[in-house]
């Protein structure tokens, strides 16, 4: 999921600032049922006609869903949730694992939220085969340096002298 919601943060970017995209031969692409799947072109702006059933994905995956910016996620947070149960492979709040995940994936997409001034893109699957998940959190945004640099922030720490050793 990395690779899809980084790719799908650029892709967005450049749709929203009117550049344009095209995707040649999609008719003999393998992937185009997964990516539509994973809502891949409609977060890019590009709907396109789906030949296949939908069902419901439970805790096995969770499509690409934007995420947008200036918001702050909060523990119960819907996404947080949804894409923590991908992770814990179960949706009981009771659950440790899924109580630690949606903490942790809150505070990723709450970053993103606050620093990027871009929305972001967050995908979640479970290999079953495996017994493992993949979370992937991408935006294409001016990233925490320049997020607290703007904001003033005492966090900030200029580049003058980094990387310099200083002999004594």
Not at 15 to 25: M, T
Not at 79 to 97: F, I, P, Y
Request: hydrophobic share 40%.
């Amino acid at each position: 999921p990395a690779a899809i919601v980084a790719l799908c943060a650029m892709l967005r970017r450049w749709h929203d600032k009117g550049r344009g995209v095209s995707f040649q031969n999609l008719d003999r692409c393998d992937s185009l049922g997964y990516l539509q799947r994973m809502n891949f072109f409609e977060q890019i702006g590009l709907l396109l006609p789906e030949n296949f059933h939908r069902h419901d994905a439970g805790t096995s995956f969770v499509e690409i869903e934007r995420i947008e910016s200036g918001g702050m996620t909060r523990l119960n947070d819907p996404l947080a949730r949804k894409l923590a149960s991908c992770l814990a492979g179960t949706d009981n709040v009771l659950d440790e694992g899924l109580r630690f995940a949606e903490f942790s994936i809150g505070e990723l997409v709450a970053n993103c939220q606050q620093h990027a001034q871009s929305s972001g893109f967050v995908s979640a699957q479970y290999f079953q085969q495996r017994d493992w998940a993949r979370i992937g959190i991408a935006d294409d945004g001016i990233g925490i340096r320049d997020s607290f640099r703007e904001a003033a922030s005492p966090h900030f720490r200029g580049c003058a002298g980094a990387g310099r050793l200083e002999k004594g």
